[in-house]
C-alpha cells in the first residue's frame, strides 16, 4: 500500500521566518496531494492541496509545490505568525480509492 | 468550521463495551469517511461510504462496522471495545468521488475505554 514520509516531525521557527515541510509517497498512482493543519482538540482542515498536473500553487502565504518524478511534495509558509502553531499533515490519494494516506505529521511553533 | 458535525465530543465507556459514534456530512456531500487517529498509528483511513454504499475499506477491525442512512448521515459502531481502540475518530465528507477530491473533516469523537 501507500506510504507516506513526512519531515521534519517538529518545527520550531521565529514570527516572520519561513517554514518548509517536506513529504515523499510511494504509490506513483496517487493524483491529489492536500495539506492539513490540526489545532489542539479539533479536526484536520485542509489548508491548500495540488493536483498532479501541477508543480505549484500559492495561496497567500502559503504555498505547495509538487515533483512528481521524484515522488516528494512540501509546504511552504512565509512570514510565520504565532497562530500558524499547529500540527501539519500531509497526505496523497489515488483516485481509484477515496481514501487519504497520511504522513506522520510536523508540529510547527511558531515563538512570537 | 467544515460544515462536517460529529457527535458525541467525548465518550468514556468500559472494555466489552458497544458505543455508536454519529457524522453528519456538509450539505451536499454524498461521500463519508471515517478515520481513527492514535498516537502510536497516527490518522489511518477506516471505511468509505458513498451515498449509501459501501465504497472502500482501510484497516478497519471485524469488531467495527459502519452504514450511511438514506439522509447521508453515518454511524461508526464499535463493540467488544478494548484498551487500545482509544482514540480520536473522525469523520470526513466530500461531494462525490471522482469529481471532487476535497475532503473536510468534523470535530470528532473523543474515545476512552477505560
Known amino acids: 500500500g501507500e506510504n507516506v514520509e513526512q519531515h521534519p516531525s517538529t518545527l520550531s521557527v521565529q514570527e516572520g521566518d519561513s517554514a518548509v515541510i517536506k513529504c515523499t509517497y510511494s504509490?506513483?498512482?496517487?493524483?491529489?496531494f492536500p495539506w492539513y493543519k490540526q489545532e489542539l482538540g479539533k479536526g484536520p482542515q485542509l489548508i491548500i492541496d495540488?493536483?498532479?498536473?501541477?508543480g505549484e500553487k500559492k495561496d497567500q502565504r502559503i504555498a505547495v509545490t509538487l515533483n512528481k518524478t521524484a515522488k516528494h511534495f512540501s509546504l511552504h509558509i512565509t512570514e510565520t505568525q504565532p497562530e500558524d502553531s499547529a500540527v501539519y499533515f500531509c497526505?496523497?490519494?489515488?483516485?481509484?480509492?477515496?481514501?487519504?494516506?497520511f504522513g506522520q505529521g510536523t508540529i510547527l511553533t511558531v515563538h512570537p | 468550521d467544515s460544515g462536517v458535525t460529529q457527535t458525541p465530543k467525548h465518550l468514556i465507556t468500559a472494555t466489552g463495551q458497544r458505543v455508536t459514534l454519529r457524522c453528519s456530512p456538509r450539505?451536499?456531500?454524498?461521500?463519508v469517511y471515517w478515520y481513527q487517529q492514535s498516537l502510536d498509528q497516527g490518522l489511518q483511513f477506516l471505511i468509505q461510504?458513498?451515498?449509501?454504499?459501501?465504497?472502500a475499506k482501510g484497516n478497519i477491525l471485524e469488531r467495527f462496522s459502519a452504514q450511511q442512512f438514506p439522509d447521508l448521515h453515518s454511524e461508526l459502531n464499535l463493540s467488544s471495545l478494548e484498551l487500545g481502540d482509544s482514540a480520536l475518530y473522525f469523520c470526513?465528507?466530500?461531494?462525490?468521488?471522482?469529481?471532487?477530491?476535497?475532503?473536510?473533516f468534523g470535530p470528532g469523537t473523543r474515545l476512552t475505554v477505560t
Open positions: 450539505s451536499g456531500d454524498l461521500s
Open positions: 497526505a496523497t490519494l489515488s483516485t481509484s480509492y477515496g481514501k487519504l494516506t
Open positions: 504509490d506513483s498512482a496517487s493524483n491529489y
Open positions: 470526513a465528507s466530500s461531494s462525490s468521488p471522482g469529481q471532487t477530491y476535497e475532503q473536510y
Open positions: 461510504y458513498y451515498n449509501g454504499e459501501e465504497r
Open positions: 495540488i493536483r498532479s498536473n501541477v
